[in-house]
């Protein structure tokens, strides 16, 4: 069973991937995510962190929460089409219809 230092970890390693691809294409934005800690969620499967850009002036768009799982540290992307409530459904029912986020060998996150 992972802890939630070591899914909070493994979410940091995406969005230190998220600044840097926010950094390179859109410099002028001044975009730097973190993780909102105080809204994170204990679940029997794990935790559901949100994240967003600390400045209000240059807010991020389609970045929904994120289920990391305990028992793999597997990141599910939630939607933001949907309550996180619905999703977290969803997940219960099926989470293989749910899109997990993968780093490659060359340190690129995939939506698979």
């Not at 600044?19 to 800690?37: C, F, K, R």
């Not at 994170?40 to 289920?67: A, C, R």
């Amino acid at each position: 069973m992972y802890t939630l230092q070591e899914a909070r970890n493994k979410l940091e390693e995406y969005i230190i991937f998220l600044n840097q691809i926010y950094s390179q294409n859109y410099p002028e934005l001044g975009v730097n995510i973190v993780i909102y800690n105080s809204l994170t969620e204990k679940h029997d499967f794990g935790w559901i962190f949100y994240y967003q850009s600390d400045d209000s002036n240059s807010l991020i768009g389609g970045n929904g929460p994120v289920i990391i799982e305990n028992t793999t540290l597997n990141i599910y992307q939630l939607g933001t089409a949907l309550t996180t409530d619905e999703y977290l459904k969803m997940y219960n029912e099926n989470k293989d219809k749910l899109p997990i986020l993968k780093k490659d060998n060359d340190g690129i996150w995939n939506v698979l």
